[in-house]
């Protein structure tokens, strides 16, 4: 009985270390992370990272998700998306097919789609978020690989349902 817990017990961050309860740590990190960001200035950054490159891989990429596992592959997220992409006013045949490359993650339920530019890329985004496939409504977005979440940006509009 001699051996009580403590009323409130101390925050523990991931990194193992204690927080009191005005979380110093935080205001610490984030001191620490602007003096790193004014470290980097223009000039030591290449010139596609300063402009924002808005026609980079990156922006480029979109995140499918919510796809049926075993029967959603390559193929079949190409042969849905290509025709509706290349129908799409944002569509340049000029620069080649509308999606240069198709990247389904093995026993997951997402993949990635790259697209020529980053307005088809955008385009996309609209069209197919929230289109049934295989009974499963897609969550489609811009990619983001921090934490748990997959993608960062929804579309502000719902898409109709694509009958497959």
Not at 90 to 110: M, R
Request: net charge positive; with cysteine.
């Amino acid at each position: 009985m001699g051996d009580q817990l403590p009323k409130t017990l101390p925050k523990i961050t991931r990194r193992g270390k204690k927080c009191d309860g005005n979380d110093n740590f935080r205001r610490e990190r984030s001191r620490r992370r602007k003096g790193a960001a004014d470290a980097l200035s223009s000039e030591a950054l290449p010139p596609t990272l300063v402009s924002g490159d808005a026609d980079g891989p990156a922006q480029r990429d979109v995140y499918f998700g919510n796809l049926v596992r075993g029967m959603v592959n390559e193929e079949v997220m190409r042969n849905l998306i290509q025709p509706a992409a290349m129908q799409a006013p944002e569509y340049d045949p000029e620069l080649g097919p509308p999606i240069t490359k198709v990247t389904i993650i093995p026993n997951a339920a997402h993949g990635f789609v790259q697209f020529q530019s980053a307005a088809l890329a955008t385009w996309s985004i609209a069209r197919f978020h929230a289109t049934e496939l295989f009974g499963n409504k897609m969550q489609v977005g811009r990619p983001c690989f921090s934490g748990f979440r997959a993608f960062c940006e929804k579309p502000n509009s719902k898409s109709t349902l694509l009958e497959t």
